[in-house]
């Protein structure tokens, strides 16, 4: 079956400086919606570049001491290898600086020249060289400066091309208002009839007081328009010149992906373009928000610019992404901190994730020989599993479909929790202790890593990366690669007799030292102050002695939550565990081996002491001590069901 063409842009990027961490969300941005189209069967075509000409890169070539091209190659060059690491799925990259480009621009304004659309006059006005924009006395701001960038404008007076842009206001106009979908969010689409509504000028589309652009092709002092030049960028890759049949399937775009402060051109200035040229108007423009850095705008002289390079080193590219994609939503401005992103690499994706699959890898290996067997049968929390599954893939599908990308994943998250609440439900450790469960607990192994197999698909637009580590863990058939949409519309798509693998950490919980006292710098009692304290103790318990309330008030007793749980090595009766407290992580040493496997106690509540004096225990610090009831040869943790940080007094 032929299948739909689907063909998405992100702006092309100024090589003036380095990209920052809101180049990269709006790429990233993209980028998802590609993958996701993909997934969903489109053929797609998923485009950005950079954008090279202007008085801006000359001016800082000239700065550098290179020649403009020396100086783009340069920055270009590190946008690519940006753009690789970030793991941007793009079909193309075009530069403006191209021969393939330059053919399009000038022959875009020569069709437009020889209709008439475009006459020579003379330019008296005001430019903002950064934005490369001009503007009306009337558009600046209260300070006579650019009303995007409020730096000074230049007055510039000089011989040059216009485009009749007048000549199509009323005709943009109609087709925003009759076309609701064309601008999106709403806001931006009124924000684009107002501008319009105050009347449209013609377009000055040529300078002749510096060189570095596309010439004007039939009067070559002149060069044309850096953001005349820049729109044209989108129909150059698609065959626009040169291959009629690429061109008539992607054109026009499904969506040109841009920031919020560039929606004027692509709305206004490339549809006039583009009418002019008698084709048609792209399906839509979409203005997303601004990152923001700690509650700020970016910017070099506040030190705040985030470089994308250093944190994809420092956190993987995966993470990077679905912070991006999670925290913020399109279309609003969002705040970029390194604290949010470790919170959520640590609660969302070492925890929820990272646990979810541990846990299913390490129970088919420990009670199954690493084997699924097929399932038979269900039970009732089986059945409502597979139909939180199928919820939870429509529902995301309908998201993405809307390009509500963080609602999307974040109904993915609600189906990791599901599925680790299903662990604790099914309790699978037990059934393992009985020979008459056997099938019941291959129904729970299946299951778990069923869900696993639909959780890697869907995240995948996400955390490309990620996805596919999910995938080969499990040790799932076929190439990742050519996973779609429709296998996992259906429940049980995993092999029945699958050999998993074994199960590797996804992503590592991120520690930062705190400015606070560490467990390492914490008094260690020796292993007589040890005995001696445990002796003392016994003695106590055993003669009862009472003690007054203010005794009693002196222990702290919190409710933490368990991370991570693993046996110590070489012991039959310890377990380490890393908790919760709600403002830090710890770890103890707990000696609750025989009792509890590792997975049965992840995510639980429990209740600790957290300012029992810290104790070396096999070599590692054990910082607290979590509380159980005991009885004969039974024991059980306190386990509660209230918030993390939960006071127990
Ligand atoms: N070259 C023009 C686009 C021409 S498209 C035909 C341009 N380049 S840019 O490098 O200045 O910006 C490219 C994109 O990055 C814009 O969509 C802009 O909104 C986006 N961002 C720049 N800073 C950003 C943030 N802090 N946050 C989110 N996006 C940001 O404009």
Redesign the pocket.
């Known amino acids: 079956m032929e299948r739909k063409p689907f063909y998405i842009t992100t702006?092309?990027?100024?090589p003036s400086a380095k990209l920052?961490i809101?180049?990269a969300?709006?790429t990233t941005i993209a980028d998802a919606i590609a993958r996701f189209k993909r997934l969903a069967g489109y053929d797609v075509f998923f485009l950005t570049g950079s954008?090279e000409h202007g008085q801006k890169i000359q001016q800082v070539a000239e700065e550098a001491g290179v020649s403009p091209i020396e100086y783009v190659d340069r920055i270009v060059a590190g946008f690519q290898n940006l753009w690789q690491k970030l793991h941007i799925s793009n079909d193309d990259f075009i530069r403006t600086t191209e021969e393939r480009h330059q053919r399009v621009v000038q022959e875009i304004f020569r069709r437009i020249y020889e209709k008439g659309d475009i006459y020579k006059g003379t330019y008296k006005g005001l430019y903002c060289t950064p934005c490369e924009s001009y503007w009306t006395e009337h558009q600046l701001d209260e300070n006579g400066c650019c009303p995007d960038c409020h730096r000074p404008v230049q007055e510039v007076a000089e011989e040059a091309y216009f485009f009749k842009m007048s000549k199509y206001a009323d005709r943009v106009l109609a087709y925003i208002e009759e076309n609701p979908d064309f601008i999106q969010p709403v806001s931006r689409r009124n924000e684009m009839i107002n501008f319009i509504k105050q009347g449209l000028e013609d377009l000055c589309i040529s300078r002749t007081s510096f060189a570095w652009g596309i010439p004007v092709p039939m009067d070559t002092k002149h060069v044309i328009y850096v953001?005349f030049d820049?729109?044209t960028?989108?129909i150059t890759p698609i065959g626009f010149l040169d291959d009629k049949e690429k061109f008539e399937k992607y054109w026009p775009a499904d969506i040109h992906l841009?920031?919020?402060?560039?929606v004027r051109?692509?709305s206004i200035i490339w549809p006039c373009i583009l009418m002019a040229l008698e084709l048609p108007l792209p399906k839509k423009i979409y203005g997303?928000?601004?990152?923001?850095v700690d509650g700020d705008?970016?910017s070099k002289s506040k030190k705040n610019v985030v470089d994308p390079l250093a944190l994809i080193e420092e956190f993987s590219a995966d993470a990077i992404r679905y912070f991006l994609l999670r925290e913020i939503n399109l279309g609003q401005d969002g705040n970029f901190s390194r604290d949010a992103l470790i919170t959520r690499i640590n609660s969302d994706l070492a925890n929820d994730l990272g646990n979810l699959l541990h846990r299913t890898l390490n129970m088919i290996g420990k009670f199954q020989g690493g084997m699924l067997l097929p399932p038979q049968g269900e039970s009732e929390v089986d059945a409502s599993l597979k139909a939180n599954a199928a919820e939870m893939v429509k529902a995301y599908e309908e998201e993405m479909e809307s390009m509500q990308l963080s609602s999307a994943i974040k109904r993915v998250w609600a189906f990791i929790s599901r599925a680790n609440k299903y662990i604790d439900e099914t309790a699978p450790w037990v059934l393992a202790k009985s020979p008459e469960k056997k099938q019941e607990l291959a129904n729970t192994m299946y299951n778990l890593a069923e869900s696993l197999r639909i959780i890697s698909v869907v995240i995948s637009p996400y955390m490309p990366v990620t996805a596919e580590r999910i995938w080969k863990q499990l040790g799932l058939p076929g190439e990742f690669s050519e996973m779609s949409l429709g296998d996992i519309r259906a429940w049980g798509g995993t092999p029945g007799d699958l050999k998993v693998g074994v199960p590797e950490q996804l992503f590592p919980r991120i520690e930062e030292e705190k400015e606070e006292a560490s467990s390492s710098k914490q008094e260690v009692p020796s292993g007589k102050e040890k005995k001696d304290g445990e002796k003392k103790k016994q003695k106590k318990e055993e003669g009862h002695d009472e003690i007054s309330i203010e005794d009693f008030s002196k222990i702290h007793l919190r409710v933490v939550k368990v991370l991570a749980a693993e046996p110590v090595p070489k012991t039959e009766k310890l377990l380490k565990l890393t908790v919760d407290l709600g403002d830090e992580k710890r770890e103890i040493v707990s000696g609750i081996a025989q009792h509890y496997e590792p997975e049965e106690i992840i995510g639980k509540n429990v209740v600790m002491v957290i300012n029992l004096k810290p104790a070396k225990i096999r070599g590692i610090v054990s910082h607290g001590m979590v509380l159980a009831a005991s009885h004969e040869d039974d024991l059980q943790l306190l386990d509660v069901d209230m918030p993390v940080g939960s006071r127990v007094r």
């Not at 702006?11 to 100024?14: D, L």
């Not at 997303?288 to 923001?292: A, D, R, V």
């Open positions: 702006p092309i990027y100024y920052h809101g180049h969300y709006c954008d953001w820049a729109l960028n989108y841009v920031g919020k402060e560039i051109f692509h997303h928000g601004w990152l923001i705008k970016m």
